[in-house]
Nanobody
C-alpha cells in the first residue's frame, strides 16, 4: 500500500483543518490506519487511529474531543478532522497503515506499521 497524505496548511488558532490520506495498491480495508505527528525537535507522537472496518477509533489525550478520524474504504481514504487547533498542534502529520488487527489502544503507538505516508505540514499560528 502506498499512502499519500494531504490537506495541511497554515491556519490560526481556533481554526479547523481536514487532513486526507489516500491509499493505493493492496486492499485498503485490510489495514488499520493511524495518524502520527512530529514537531520540530520532538519525537513522533501518536494522534489517532481507526480500525480496518471503521467501527472503532482511538485518540491521544492531547487531541481527544477536538480531532475526529474517519475512513471511506470504498474510496481508499482516511481523514483527520482537526477542530479548535492550537499552536501546539503544529507538526508534520503522517498517516500509517498496519495489518495487525488485534492490537488496539495503548499498543497502537508502539506498533511496527507496515506503511507510512510522506507527511503533510500543519502550522497553527497564535
Amino acid at each position: 500500500v502506498q499512502l499519500q497524505a494531504s490537506g495541511g496548511g497554515l491556519v490560526q488558532a481556533g481554526d479547523s483543518l481536514r487532513l486526507s490520506c489516500a491509499g493505493f495498491g493492496r486492499t485498503f480495508s485490510n489495514y488499520g490506519m493511524s495518524w502520527f505527528r512530529q514537531a520540530p525537535g520532538k519525537e513522533r507522537e501518536f494522534v489517532a487511529a481507526i480500525s480496518w472496518s471503521g467501527d472503532s477509533t482511538y485518540y491521544s489525550d492531547s487531541v481527544k474531543g477536538r480531532f475526529t478520524v474517519s475512513r471511506d474504504n470504498a474510496k481508499n481514504m482516511v481523514f483527520l478532522q482537526m477542530n479548535s487547533l492550537k499552536p501546539d498542534d503544529t507538526a508534520v502529520y503522517y498517516c500509517a497503515a498496519t495489518s495487525n488487527k488485534r492490537a488496539w489502544g495503548a499498543e497502537l503507538p508502539r506498533l511496527p506499521y507496515d506503511y507510512w505516508g510522506q507527511g503533510t505540514q500543519v502550522t497553527v499560528s497564535s
